[in-house]
């Protein structure tokens, strides 16, 4: 039996373990955008075709964290999480060695695997442990994942600048810093779902409307945001708005603004309604959007977009999942739709504008994901009005 004074420990190692694999995640996520170029000219394809390589990591990503939830509802959720870090860990080290394109697909794709099983592994773990308190803890967690992020790019480009602009090092450096998470997950007792007799013996208690608007609304924000930060970098440099050392810090500035925006939200998530604070982003989002589409191609302007868009969508998903958690009972099959929508609008939207890149232009780039973002705001307020008729969850 575990004392009062025990339970506040338990919970920081359960926590710095999650944020561990979320600083790993963070860095292995955000690594494409910077080197995409790069990795083009490694296997000779165009933006066009380059671009599929965010499908085949979305790809994947999509099977490990849509497919993977169900999977923690019936084993150890660290085992799974340790297999999937190992996994991220291996492919990611066989990237710069692999110099065929279809080849690259498929490392790619096993890569976004591993990191879908650490992202809903992390995510669902978190709420188990946590339940109604979870949403400060909530923030914190992707506040790692933003560290990993904003931290990624600027690695990346000073191991590349160290090795003579081999790509070898860049990926290999990633790997090893991939591993850490590994002891703490190794170490602690897998959590589980403290309301899983309750689903079992009612499994039509799932409020099918408000699931499947907060499906829709993961996939818009996950794409907007994949498709900035996946984009920005190669955006700034084609139109010669940035060099590429300071494209590598305009990318790393938006992921920054994202990890300082998701610490706010430690804070804010505590005084503020989700509802809110969903709001707010939006809005705010919409705001910088805007801005970009009145000054394309102003370097101060685009800096100032990259790090507002960043703090604007700052703690969406975090507040989204405790949303949910205040309004329905998550186990990891519903987790495993959020994520479903999520990793479906990480691998279309990022892929669709690669072609608008190649075949359009620039500028449409940032049109569409203005559009997105206002279609992201109608149903989000569509979303709410649904949450408030579902009303708080009642809790034993």
Same mark, same amino acid.
């Given at each position: 039996?575990?004392?009062?004074?025990?339970?506040?420990?338990?919970?920081?190692?359960?926590?710095?373990?999650? $944020?561990?694999?979320?600083?790993?995640?963070? %860095?292995?996520?955000?690594?494409?955008?910077?080197?995409?170029?790069?990795?083009?000219?490694?296997?000779? &394809?165009?933006f066009a075709q380059i671009s599929f390589l965010f499908t085949a990591t979305s790809l994947g990503y999509l099977t490990g964290s849509a497919g993977g939830g169900r999977l923690f509802d019936?084993?150890?959720?660290?085992?799974?999480?340790?297999?999937?870090?190992?996994?991220?860990?291996?492919? /990611?080290?066989?990237?710069?060695?692999?110099?065929?394109?279809?080849?690259?697909?498929? /490392?790619?794709?096993?890569?976004?695997?591993?990191?879908g099983i650490i992202d809903i592994g992390g995510n669902v773990n978190l709420l188990w442990v946590f339940q109604g308190r979870v949403g400060p803890y909530m923030n914190a967690l992707h506040?790692?994942?933003?560290? +990993?992020?904003f931290l990624s790019p600027i690695i990346l480009h000073y191991v590349l600048r160290w090795s003579g602009g081999q790509i070898t090092w860049p990926f290999w450096t990633l790997a090893l810093?991939?591993?850490?998470? %590994?002891?703490?997950?190794?170490?602690?007792?897998?959590?589980?779902?403290?309301?899983?007799?309750?689903?079992?013996?009612?499994?039509?208690?799932?409020?099918?409307?408000? &699931?499947?608007?907060?499906? &829709?609304?993961?996939?818009?924000? /996950?794409?907007?945001?994949?498709?900035?930060?996946?984009?920005?970098?190669?955006?700034?440099?084609?139109?010669? !708005?940035?060099?590429?050392? $300071?494209?590598?810090?305009?990318?790393?500035?938006?992921? $920054?603004?994202?990890?300082? +925006?998701?610490?706010?939200? /430690?804070?804010?998530?505590?005084?503020?309604?989700?509802?809110?604070?969903?709001?707010?982003?939006?809005?705010?989002?919409?705001?910088?959007?805007?801005? !970009?589409?009145?000054?394309?191609?102003?370097?101060?302007?685009?800096?100032?977009?990259?790090?507002?868009?960043?703090?604007?969508?700052?703690?969406?998903?975090?507040?989204?999942? *405790?949303?949910?958690?205040?309004?329905?009972? !998550?186990?990891?099959?519903?987790? +495993?739709?959020?994520?479903?929508?999520?990793?479906?609008?990480?691998?279309? !939207?990022?892929?669709? %504008?690669?072609?608008?890149?190649?075949?359009?232009?620039?500028?449409?780039?940032?049109?569409?994901?203005?559009?997105?973002?206002?279609? +992201?705001?109608?149903?989000?307020?569509?979303?709410?009005? *649904?949450?408030?008729?579902?009303?708080?969850? &009642?809790?034993?």
């Amino acid at each position: 039996m575990k004392t009062s004074q025990e339970m506040p420990h338990r919970d920081i190692y359960y926590f710095a373990t999650y $944020g561990i694999c979320f600083i790993a995640l963070g %860095l292995g996520m955000s690594a494409l955008g910077p080197m995409l170029p790069y990795l083009a000219d490694h296997v000779s &394809v165009s933006f066009a075709q380059i671009s599929f390589l965010f499908t085949a990591t979305s790809l994947g990503y999509l099977t490990g964290s849509a497919g993977g939830g169900r999977l923690f509802d019936r084993f150890q959720g660290h085992h799974l999480m340790l297999i999937a870090l190992l996994t991220m860990a291996i492919t /990611v080290s066989l990237v710069p060695i692999t110099s065929v394109f279809l080849p690259l697909l498929v /490392v790619m794709f096993l890569l976004g695997v591993g990191q879908g099983i650490i992202d809903i592994g992390g995510n669902v773990n978190l709420l188990w442990v946590f339940q109604g308190r979870v949403g400060p803890y909530m923030n914190a967690l992707h506040f790692c994942f933003g560290v +990993g992020a904003f931290l990624s790019p600027i690695i990346l480009h000073y191991v590349l600048r160290w090795s003579g602009g081999q790509i070898t090092w860049p990926f290999w450096t990633l790997a090893l810093l991939f591993l850490p998470g %590994l002891f703490g997950l190794w170490s602690l007792s897998s959590p589980e779902n403290p309301e899983k007799k309750d689903i079992e013996k009612d499994p039509n208690s799932i409020n099918t409307r408000l &699931v499947v608007l907060m499906v &829709v609304l993961f996939f818009l924000y /996950v794409g907007i945001e994949g498709g900035f930060g996946g984009w920005i970098f190669t955006y700034a440099t084609e139109e010669k !708005i940035a060099s590429e050392t $300071g494209a590598s810090y305009m990318n790393s500035i938006f992921w $920054g603004a994202l990890t300082l +925006g998701r610490l706010l939200s /430690v804070s804010l998530a505590r005084k503020i309604a989700p509802s809110r604070l969903l709001m707010g982003n939006f809005i705010l989002a919409i705001l910088f959007l805007g801005l !970009i589409l009145l000054f394309p191609l102003q370097p101060a302007m685009v800096w100032v977009v990259s790090a507002g868009l960043g703090l604007a969508l700052s703690s969406v998903f975090p507040t989204l999942l *405790a949303l949910g958690e205040s309004r329905m009972k !998550i186990s990891g099959k519903v987790t +495993g739709y959020f994520f479903f929508g999520s990793s479906l609008g990480g691998t279309l !939207i990022p892929m669709a %504008l690669g072609q608008i890149f190649d075949y359009v232009g620039s500028f449409y780039i940032m049109l569409t994901l203005f559009l997105l973002t206002i279609a +992201g705001l109608a149903v989000l307020i569509s979303m709410l009005f *649904a949450s408030n008729s579902a009303g708080e969850k &009642v809790r034993t």
